[in-house]
């Protein structure tokens, strides 16, 4: 029942209070209440006049008798649409704050008629329609921009005409083309030309919105919107409902990513989760939201990136469909994919046993201690080819050997403890266990990115878990809600740093790097010295 609001911007003698006339003859064709209201601009173009309208969403008939209450003027993040005849005017509207990301569709004119502030400089004064326009893209839900001024000049009619096709194809009014066209013609002389412009703004941006619709198509497969697969009988019945889309999902990710037994796992660890949670909250006030939780970021992390899953996610086919759309490769094109890798060692130790691995990260230690840089070779396979592709699945499917692998006891045995610290905290407090758990977030991307993460949620164990002492549970949640945030805010860890110090807690350990001569194109050795936290 919420009226239907457009604001529109029209200079003098751009016809605006004809359009408003249009827009208002309209809605009373099609049986809809309307009402309109203008504010004049000022002289010697330091503004326009603007035209507020309203609209019933529904017939009178349907109304049923009621009328609709409307307002007089325009609030601030609550426009369905913005006309514009200048692309300035339309600008000012948005630093207005009248569009809003999640409602306003803005269809504005790229033309301009320069202010008198711009044309009192004495050198160029214009300014930027780049800028401008950029606010519109990060300002509305949906902007189209039109050079309204030519298809003004190639119609021979006003611009007032092409604004009201522009709104009749925006989607905001419930009316038919047809009953624009019929109040245009209603006017008698010089009805040719505007229905002209009419039609040439209407294509316009229904041409517009046709290309967006195609492109949101081609970006829509990339992202997934599959629905959670079916959960076990036993499953559902084990875990509350609240629970159950994100065990689901989960579950399925860690038997795609390992087998079975390793996703029983998952359902073990969730299921000591969930025993907990219930001793703090036995009526479930929360909706068993650590649980929940828990579900989301246990399975992210045991489905851990190494160098199996990323052989076998190359190789999948949606990556490959993905690539063709991106590449625009139309049927019989011979598409070729070439894939860079610069693996070093801690890639190729995860999947040694451990002592092994020990060995192989101390010669690289040693090495890096004389000044070289981290060993790591570059390799470049296409995956188009049999070669290529043949190793990627050597590679993806050595599964198995994951389990025996330096890296898999590694995450196991941080897994167990950020486990064992959300268990023992949730069963004494809820809230402080459920931040705890949230703290999974921390552990994400690949390489450096996910070594970081480990590293500040380890180092957040403990200090703010096992060190720290606090006068209360609450005063507890609240440090780690607060140095959960700070980690997430800075990669380089240097906020995180200062909350635990305002907390009482030491800051993360300063790793020095060791001195590395780098030669340089003349030749002459150069010394650089790194230290960086974590």
């Not at 294509?203 to 697969?229: F, K, N, Y």
């Not at 009988?233 to 509350?240: E, S, T």
């Not at 000591?272 to 939780?293: G, I, K, Q, Y």
């Not at 758990?437 to 450096?448: M, V, W």
């Amino acid at each position: 029942m919420r009226p239907l609001t457009v604001l529109i911007c029209a200079l003098g003698g751009e016809g605006g209070g004809v359009l408003s006339n249009w827009l208002v003859d309209v809605a009373r064709h099609a049986g809809h209440a309307a009402q309109a209201t203008s504010i004049p601009g000022v002289a010697q173009r330091t503004g326009a006049t603007t035209y507020y309208l309203e609209f019933a969403p529904r017939t009178q008939d349907e109304l049923s008798g009621r009328q609709p209450v409307f307002s007089l003027y325009p609030v601030p993040g609550q426009i369905d649409l913005l006309v514009s005849s200048e692309l300035l005017e339309t600008a000012r509207q948005v630093s207005l704050g009248m569009t809003s990301v999640a409602r306003t569709r803005v269809v504005s004119s790229s033309s301009r008629t320069l202010t008198t502030a711009e044309r009192m400089e004495l050198g160029d004064g214009r300014l930027a329609d780049s800028s401008l326009a950029d606010m519109l893209r990060t300002a509305a839900l949906e902007h189209h921009l039109l050079d309204m001024a030519r298809l003004t000049r190639e119609s021979g009619t006003v611009v007032s005409a092409v604004m009201l096709g522009a709104v009749a194809a925006s989607g905001v009014l419930p009316f038919e083309r047809a009953i624009y066209e019929s109040v245009i013609k209603a006017g008698g002389r010089g009805a040719q030309a505007s229905l002209r412009g009419f039609a040439a703004g209407y294509e316009s941006v229904t041409q517009a919105r046709e290309r967006g619709a195609t492109v949101r198509d081609l970006i829509a497969p990339a992202v997934s919107t599959a629905a959670a697969p079916p959960l076990r009988a036993d499953l559902a019945d084990r875990f509350p409902a609240a629970v159950h889309t994100m065990l689901s999902l989960g579950h399925a990710r860690l038997v795609e990513y390992q087998d079975e037994a390793y996703a029983q796992l998952y359902i073990d660890r969730l299921a000591r989760v969930l025993e907990a949670e219930r001793v703090s909250d036995p009526h479930a006030a929360n909706s068993f939201s650590t649980t929940r939780e828990m579900a989301r970021w246990l399975a992210l992390w045991m489905a851990f990136d190494d160098i199996v899953r990323v052989a076998d996610l190359k190789l999948r086919a949606s990556r490959r469909q993905r690539i063709a759309v991106e590449a625009k490769a139309r049927d019989g094109d011979i598409l070729k994919i070439w894939d860079h890798f610069k693996p070093g060692v801690p890639e190729f130790v995860g999947l040694l046993p451990a002592a092994l691995a020990r060995a192989l990260v101390r010669w690289d230690a040693r090495r890096q201690q004389r000044g070289l840089a981290p060993w790591s070779f570059k390799l470049v396979l296409g995956t188009h080819t049999v070669v290529g592709a043949l190793a990627l699945r050597l590679l993806g499917a050595m599964k198995g050997q994951r389990r025996r692998g330096q890296r898999f006891s590694t995450e196991q045995a941080f897994i167990e403890r950020w486990l064992g610290d959300v268990i023992e905290l949730s069963r004494s407090d809820w809230r402080t266990g459920h931040e705890l758990a949230l703290c999974g977030r921390l552990i994400k991307g690949y390489g450096s990115t996910n070594e970081r993460g480990k590293e500040s949620l380890l180092h957040v164990l403990d200090q703010l878990v096992h060190r720290a002492q606090f006068p209360s549970p609450q005063a507890r949640a609240e440090a780690i809600a607060q140095a959960r945030q700070a980690a997430l805010a800075d990669d380089a860890g240097r906020a995180l740093d200062q909350t635990l110090q305002q907390h009482g807690a030491a800051p993360r350990p300063v790793r020095e790097q060791p001195i590395r001569f780098v030669r340089s194109a003349s030749a002459k050795p150069k010394r650089r010295i790194e230290a960086a936290r974590g």
